[in-house]
């Protein structure tokens, strides 16, 4: 990503997260102007389900900006430990994350898009929800791009592009619609799909050659699949909205609940 080393620290009595900004990024008047620009739109930013940026800490030579500290980790290590999530849990994470994206989407006058969105930006809190962070960084990585640097390097952020990204065209919000359908699938999955082949390689036969992951109908219920293949659409104008996306997965968590109390409900006899 943008940023290099990341420190658990002690800011006015409370644990916070402190990530260091590339100094190939600070050093960079143009890039770390966008940066200072970027902090000032973050500090506004208030939802449950998108991670609590406090401040920066202004350097010579770097730049450290502070956010809440989450200390379950990221939904890539729960998917590491625990494999394949249930249909409940899927469910309600998916949630989580369309609920955060959905808000920075919505933002106003001008919508944030956050460019990579991956399962190791989607961190946990104490609660057991879901809170998406780093959102816009690629934004301020892109500023390097005469520079040499590459937005997304060997992070893995290749598996969750979108088509048009890696063909360097012209994109808007829909391409974290796209990561997001990724993300989903990982969580039915139990982690990505794959996995012999280089990140890259699995974009670029995204990018040109309309590839997409398998969707078993053991592991995936239809209107799941249905969503997965509107959200990673290869046209990005029929890719959902995340407020429609909200609604889609509200209206799937309200059958299966339904369901699941009608078969417990046929489970009980009358003695």
Known sequence: GAYGEVFLVNWRGTEVAAKTIRSTIASNPKAKNTFLKELALWQQLRHPNIVQFLGVLKHSDR??????????????DILKKKGRLDTKTAISYALDIARGMNYLHQHKPHAIIHRDLTPRNVLQDEAGRLKVTDFGLSKIAQEKDSYGYKMTGGTGSYRYMAPEVYRRESYGKSVDVFSFALILHEMFQGG????????????DKRAYEDSRPPLSSFLYPEPIKMLLKECWHKNPDCRPAFGEIISQLEAIEQDFQNEKATKACCCCVVL
């Open 63 to 76: 730049l450290i900006f502070l956010t809440e500290y989450l200390r379950n980790g990221s939904l890539y």
């Open 192 to 203: 990505p799909s794959n996995r012999a082949e280089t990140a890259e390689q699995i974009a």
